[in-house]
């Protein structure tokens, strides 16, 4: 039982360039979320999902795009990487909304 | 919708001492809450969660939480802290039903330093 997993655990982009960062998760969530931390700012939703198919906007959802075509894993798409996504990321998965979601062990990615 | 206030930023204990960390949230019906903590470094741990029934929740580590409607609030409390405990701490608040149910909105954190 892996939990949550994402990958890479770092990555350098430079600006304009697109890269998708991977989460899977092998515990049959319905619920997946995507974070972005940043120092002072806690963290703040991208983009979630209800169940495969069902996706929804966060609080900060511009320049991501995600997909749910299977219950397992989430992938966050940057479209065209900026500075301003410099940011840790953090994947969680969760059963239902009151468990309390599982958070992968984030992704560290700076746009240079 | 719903937000989340973690008030103090950072706070220093000594090894020990007991602990508060406050949490405020806004939503109209009952959240869902949670405390998470999280280590440098690290993703972050679920401590303990409210959603139904008794007010005052433990959790993991020794931490409890006391959820008081009245207040809108949802403090984590430690008797005794150890110098493991030092760490970033977040509160959370989910929803029910509605449009954003699934949707967890965190507060802003509050840093612990034990000192020895």
């Known amino acids: ?112 | 919708a719903q937000s989340v206030t973690q008030p103090d930023i950072h706070i220093t204990v000594s090894e020990g001492a007991s602990l508060e960390l406050r949490c405020n949230y806004s939503y109209g019906a009952t959240p869902y809450l949670f405390w998470y903590v999280q280590s440098p470094g690290q993703g972050l741990q679920l401590l303990l969660k409210y959603f139904s029934g008794d007010t005052l929740v433990q959790g993991i580590k020794g931490f409890e939480a006391e959820f008081k409607r009245s207040q809108s609030s949802f403090n984590l409390r430690k008797p005794s802290v150890h110098w493991s405990d030092a760490a970033e701490y977040f509160c959370a608040v989910g929803v029910s039903g509605g449009t954003s149910y699934g949707k967890l909105t965190f507060g802003q954190g509050t840093i612990l330093t034990v000192h020895p």
């Open chain 1, 1 to 112: 039982n892996a939990g949550v997993t994402q990958t890479p655990k770092f990555q350098v982009l430079k600006t304009g360039q697109s890269m998708t960062l991977q989460c899977a998760q092998d515990m049959n969530h319905e619920y997946m979320s995507w974070y972005r931390q940043d120092p002072g700012m806690g963290l703040r939703l991208i983009h979630y999902s209800v169940g495969a198919g069902i996706t929804d906007q966060g609080e900060v959802p511009n320049g991501y795009n995600v997909s749910r075509s299977t219950t397992e894993d989430f992938p966050l798409r940057l479209l065209s990487a900026a500075p301003s996504q410099t940011s840790v990321y953090f994947c969680a998965s969760s059963k239902q909304e009151f468990y309390g979601y599982t958070f992968g062990s984030g992704t560290r990615l700076t746009v240079v």
